[in-house]
């Protein structure tokens, strides 16, 4: 604890901000293009089936793993940089 | 060799497995019981936690469902992942460097109230119990089915066996038994999906097969012909505000189970627990992405195989006798035209098929081995063991750790905490079991309400106990009491008293999703209004935000402060 309270600061800025952009995709995937969207996008063929089905029963599980991926790997950056080693 | 002597096979093979990993995991110290000694590495947990996350209800039904309700089963897909998510940016880095053992343990020190941890136990133990019975019951289910002894026989081996490893190894057994439960349970749900992709699709990747091949399309066809509505079409079964407010709820409630957030304790550090919940994402989306391909497999199959066949050709089918023998499958030609046909209409409708059985008869219907059959069957109490564990776990340190040890006995020993701690696990397995064997009438409906609660209690004062360092004792308290007041309220007057659902008809479902928003904001105007919390709280957030890895020094908090 022997870095400046201004730095922690920083740190957690820089986290939240993170969160809050992954969150925006968690839900535009999840909420907006499965469910609030879901007949105009299923105008739309994908393949065998139609984008907005997939995207609710396919793309959004496959987005949620990756947004995972992402935070870790993007926290893991913040940490070297803040930790100061 | 016959279904029966491959499941015996099975079953006896992946008990001893189970057992020889309890007995060579057995732990001395309360560390080692409860969180594993915080060594678990990331990927192993994530194992576990898919095991101890992916229930009986997951690996028997959920296909079952959605091959019912198309696309408006998407519900639990997207509900029983997208959690995992909140779960990984919001909850379990900060709870892994809070550092304690359960979720009572957050709840109780950062609101510097044992009021708040009693009600954080309550929560917790009945979450737990109603889910736990569940299990209990799918353990008696598939010993019924594929051994044929009776299903109190079978809940009684099923208690035996987790009672093993849970008293013996606590968290540490209880882990390392569910990474192996996830490797059976994964391979023994793909392979018929697999089998039954490849014969209907040519196409062996069931996620493949399920975008790019055109059974979609025929299905569609299918269903409109038979006068059902189109299976991709949305909000056929459910309207569009009910979907999405039961998708929150179940996303949100997943984030707030006990039993998944105690998982996170058990890593080494704050990095793994981020890590660790990718790979139980990844591990879980194996199985979820499968899942939908099977749904959609299994109805179109089902469909051509029993849709107006003459009744002499479908009786000839060995797996149709054995399913009508368990009352899951029926048939009645009601127009007495010598052929069964498939309808969406009660009056003329003549094929029954309970949802349970898609997953289960699906190696049977696609004519695989017997030992693919055993397989599954021993999958799915994989599935079931391994959630009723880490239930199990959870019941035992609320009332060992977060009760006796935190609130009567804080001077206990260490072997003193872990004998307590066995014990309660031994209590809870017998409760359990109890539960299993005379399943009150209630269980099946109050199991899908346990997200509700978790999502109207646990989650709203956790997030904000961590992102908002004004959240006060006042305000958690009020906030749990009202969210879990109200979703309670709200199911038992709907579900039990007859109600409709009177609330925008919100299913009962769904509505924890409100009581979780109610929560949010009893809880933050509640705290706006009340002194903010001690400086010592306040730094002890300010610890959980910082880029360190060390647990805060909880042990400044002396216990005057606790009320």
Redesign the interface.
């Known amino acids: 604890?022997n870095q400046a309270p201004d730095e922690?600061r920083a740190?957690?800025k820089a986290?939240?901000t993170l969160?809050r952009n992954?969150?925006l995709i968690?839900a535009i995937a999840?909420?907006g293009c499965?469910?609030?969207f879901?007949?105009l996008l299923?105008k739309i063929q994908?393949?065998?089936?139609?984008f907005?089905?997939?995207m609710?029963?396919?793309g959004?599980?496959?987005i949620?793993?990756i947004?995972?991926?992402v935070?870790?790997t993007q926290?893991?950056k913040?940490?070297k940089k803040?930790?100061g080693k | 060799m016959s279904v029966e002597a491959w499941t015996t096979v099975f079953v006896i093979i992946s008990f001893i497995l189970y057992l020889y990993i309890g007995w060579h995991s057995r732990v001395q110290d309360s560390k080692g019981f409860y969180v594993a000694g915080h060594g678990v590495p990331a990927i192993a947990n994530g194992a576990a936690t898919a095991a101890d996350w992916m229930s009986a209800a997951s690996f028997m039904s959920m296909a079952g469902l959605i091959s019912f309700l198309g696309y408006d089963g998407s519900i639990y897909l997207m509900g029983w992942t997208g959690g995992y998510v909140l779960l990984a940016l919001l909850l379990a880095p900060y709870l892994r460097k809070f550092g304690k053992y359960t979720v009572p343990d957050f709840v109780g020190d950062r609101y510097y109230s044992n009021v708040a941890r009693v009600v954080a136990v309550i929560a917790a133990i009945f979450v737990s119990l109603t889910y736990v019975a569940g299990q209990m019951r799918g353990v008696g289910i598939v010993f019924s089915r594929f051994l044929q002894v009776p299903i109190e026989t079978g809940v009684i081996i099923g208690m035996i066996i987790v009672g093993f490893f849970a008293v013996l190894g606590g968290m540490k057994g209880i882990t390392w038994t569910q990474v192996a439960q996830y490797g059976i349970l994964i391979v023994a749900y793909l392979i018929p999906v697999i089998a039954l992709a490849w014969i209907l699709t040519g196409n062996p990747i069931p996620q493949f097969a399920f975008t790019f091949s055109d059974i979609g399309v025929k299905l569609n066809q299918i269903q409109v012909d038979l006068g059902f509505a189109e299976y991709t079409q949305p909000f056929a079964n459910k309207t569009m505000l009910d979907v999405l407010f039961i998708t929150i709820a179940l996303m949100v409630g997943t984030a707030g189970l006990p039993h998944v957030i105690v998982r996170f304790y058990t890593v080494p550090d704050v990095r793994a627990a981020r890590y660790s919940a990718g790979w139980a994402l990844l591990f879980i989306a194996i199985l979820y992405t499968s899942a939908p391909a099977l749904s959609m497999f299994a109805r179109y199959n089902l469909i051509s195989t029993l849709h107006n066949q003459p009744i002499a050709q479908v009786n000839q089918l060995d797996w149709v006798r054995k399913w009508e023998n368990t009352k899951l499958l029926s048939f009645d030609d009601k127009n007495q035209d010598g052929l069964y046909q498939l309808t969406p209409d009660k009056a003329t409708n003549e094929i029954l098929i309970d949802n349970d059985i898609i997953v289960l008869s699906t190696p049977e219907v696609a004519k695989l081995a017997p030992w693919v059959i055993a397989l599954v069957a021993t999958g799915a109490l994989a599935a079931a063991l391994s959630t009723a564990s880490g239930l199990l776990l959870v019941i035992s340190s609320s009332i060992a750790h977060d009760v006796y040890y935190r609130m009567i006995d804080p001077g206990a020993s260490e072997s003193k905490r872990v004998l307590v701690g066995r014990f309660m696990v031994g209590f809870a397995i017998a409760l359990a079991g109890y539960f299993g064997v005379n399943p009150p009438g209630f269980v099946a409906q109050v199991v899908a309400f346990a997200f509700g609660l978790a999502a109207a209690s646990f989650f709203p004062i956790i997030i904000l106990g961590i992102f908002d360092k004004r959240t006060n004792k006042e305000g958690a308290i009020a906030g749990m009491i009202s969210g879990l007041g109200f979703t309670i309220l709200y199911i038992v007057s709907v579900k039990f008293g007859g109600a409709s659902p009177w609330l925008f008809g919100i299913s009962p479902e769904g509505i924890g999703t409100v009581g979780m928003v109610l929560n949010f904001i009893v809880t933050y105007v509640v705290s706006r209004l009340t002194p903010p919390p001690p400086v010592e709280i306040q730094a002890l957030v300010e610890n959980l935000r910082s880029p360190y890895d060390q647990p805060p020094a909880l042990d400044e908090i002396d216990e005057d402060h606790l009320d």
């Open positions: 604890m922690h740190y957690w986290n939240t969160i992954l969150m968690w999840s909420l499965s469910i609030l879901v007949e299923n994908f393949f065998g089936v139609p907005g089905f997939w609710a029963q396919q959004t599980i496959y949620f793993v947004l995972i991926f935070y870790a926290m893991d913040l940490d803040y930790r």
